[in-house]
């Protein structure tokens, strides 16, 4: 079981970081080079990049950033595994902001830019563009730093439960096992290994 909750905690953290760095090449590089073209060149590029990017590769990991986050907080319920389920709870809520900034803030400005129809017979081509690239710029930064800061987050659960289980074996191991009962044995009143040789002492010495 310990084994499907890592693969499942891996494959959301895999999903958010892969969507972060999307986003954070779209700020870094795609965007301010398109900045620097002139007003039919970003909307005929964006057009395109808008229509091709929705393939089965992007949506396993954007899609995936909710259901493995879902799927690894469900395999983490119970008190034994309630610190990583905090740090999954923290991560799936901002990739649950991030994708909602998605859905309403940069994908109608997808199909606003594709409502504008072919880029040659634009007759404002700079009114569309200043309809869309600052305000789609703003929204794709903020995705991406939600992002980034899940993937984080996430990183810092899979620490956690890889320390949970440690500390889970450590108390399951022999040694620790044999130590305890014998902790337990003195607690008790139960005699130790040196109560015979005590007794004899003391009754010598009265």
Known sequence: MFALRIAVLVAATLATGLIAGVFYAYAMSVMPALGRGDDRTIIAVMQKINVVIINPWFLVGFVGTLVFGVAAAALHLGADHRATLIWIGI??????????????????????????????????????????????????????????????????????????????????????????EAASMSGTGHPGPYAGRQGIGARALG
């Open 91 to 180: 991560a799936l809520a901002l990739n649950v902001v991030a994708f909602a900034v998605t859905g309403t803030l940069n994908v109608p400005l997808n199909d606003q830019l594709a409502s504008a129809g072919d880029v040659a017979a634009l007759a404002d081509p700079a009114a569309v563009r200043a309809d869309f690239e600052s305000a789609w710029v703003r929204w794709n930064i903020v995705r991406a730093v939600l992002h980034t800061a899940a993937f984080l987050v996430l990183c810092g659960a899979l620490f956690v439960a890889g320390m949970q289980h440690g500390r889970a074996n450590a108390s399951a191991a022999p040694g620790a096992t044999e130590t305890s």
